[in-house]
C-alpha cells in the first residue's frame, strides 16, 4: 500500500522536463506531465496537501548522463516519491546496447529502492503511426520496454504505461516535432501516472488499434514529411554530429524541493 506522498522528485530528459508544454507564468520554462502530476497529487488521497517537489530532468539527456547526475541529487533530497523516465534518447541511436542501458536503469532502481523511496517508471512511446525515421526505433523501444517491466516487477515499482495508452496517440496529444508531447498529451500522462499510483492500475483504456488521423494527399504527406525532416530531424542530427545536446549549458529547472504550484 502506496503511503501518503509528501515530497516529489523528477528526473530524466525532455519529457520529464515537460516540452512543449509551455508555462504560462515563466517565460522559457516548461510545465509536462510531472510538474501535472505534483498539482494533482495535492489532491489525491495518497499525496499531502503540503507536498514538495523538485524537478532535475533536463532536455536531451542520456541515461547514464542522469544516472550520474541527476540521481544522486535525487537521493540526497531523500523524497517519498521518484519518477525515474529514461532512455529515451539512447534508444534513438541505431547503436545502442539496449542490454546494457537496461543494466544501467535497474541499479540506479537499486539505489533508490534500498533508499527506501517509492519509484514511478513509465516505457517508451510506441512509434508505430510517427515518422518513418522515427518509427524505425519501434524494435528497439519495444525490447526496453520488456526489460523496464521486468525491473518494476523485480524490485515493487509503479509503472506508467504510455505504450499502452493509444489515445494519447491522437494527433492533438503531440507538439508540430513528432517527438514531444503537446499540454493536452502531458495532462493525460499525469492522468496515467496518478491512475497508477492510485490504485496500481492504468485508466480504463482497451484495445491496442491507434486512433485514426486524417488521410492526406500524397503530394501533401511528402511535402509534410520533407518539412518536418528539415525543421526538426535535420537540426537534432546535426547537433549529435557536433557532440551538442539541446540540453547544454541548461540547469534542472526546479533543484529543490519546493511546495507545489498547481499549473493553470
Not at 522528485?9 to 506531465?33: C, K, T
Not at 534500498?114 to 512509434?127: K, P, W, Y
Amino acid at each position: 500500500m502506496l503511503e501518503t506522498i509528501t515530497s516529489y522528485v523528477a528526473i530524466g530528459d525532455s519529457f520529464s522536463e515537460g516540452l512543449m508544454d509551455h508555462d504560462p507564468n515563466q517565460e522559457n520554462r516548461y510545465l509536462g506531465w510531472a510538474d501535472r502530476l505534483a498539482g494533482k497529487l495535492v489532491d489525491s488521497p495518497i499525496g499531502s496537501p503540503e507536498l514538495t517537489y523538485a524537478n532535475l530532468a533536463i532536455r536531451g539527456r542520456l541515461l547514464d548522463r542522469i544516472i550520474d547526475e541527476q540521481v544522486p541529487m535525487a537521493l540526497d533530497l531523500k523524497p517519498d516519491l521518484v519518477s525515474f523516465c529514461a532512455g529515451g534518447n539512447d534508444c534513438l541511436r541505431p547503436t545502442a546496447d539496449i542490454d546494457d542501458l537496461a543494466d544501467q536503469f535497474e541499479r540506479a532502481v537499486v539505489a533508490f529502492r534500498e533508499a527506501g523511496i517509492e519509484v514511478l517508471m513509465c516505457n517508451g512511446f510506441d512509434t508505430e503511426i510517427s515518422s518513418p525515421l522515427i518509427r524505425a526505433v519501434r524494435p528497439r523501444v519495444g525490447i526496453y520496454n520488456s526489460h523496464l517491466w521486468s525491473i518494476a516487477q523485480r524490485h515493487g515499482c509503479h509503472m506508467i504505461d504510455v505504450w499502452g495508452l493509444r489515445p494519447l496517440y491522437a494527433g492533438d496529444n503531440w507538439a508540430d516535432d513528432r517527438i514531444h508531447l503537446s499540454p493536452a498529451g502531458h495532462d493525460l500522462v499525469a492522468e496515467q501516472a496518478l491512475a497508477t499510483l492510485e490504485s496500481g492500475h492504468s485508466l480504463p483504456v482497451t484495445g491496442f488499434a491507434m486512433p485514426a488521423r486524417p488521410t492526406r494527399p500524397i503530394r501533401s504527406a511528402v511535402s509534410e514529411e520533407s518539412k518536418w525532416a528539415r525543421e526538426h530531424f535535420a537540426p537534432w542530427v546535426g547537433r549529435r554530429l557536433r557532440g551538442q545536446s539541446s540540453g547544454d549549458q541548461l540547469d534542472a529547472k526546479l533543484p529543490d524541493l519546493t511546495p507545489v504550484r498547481k499549473p493553470e
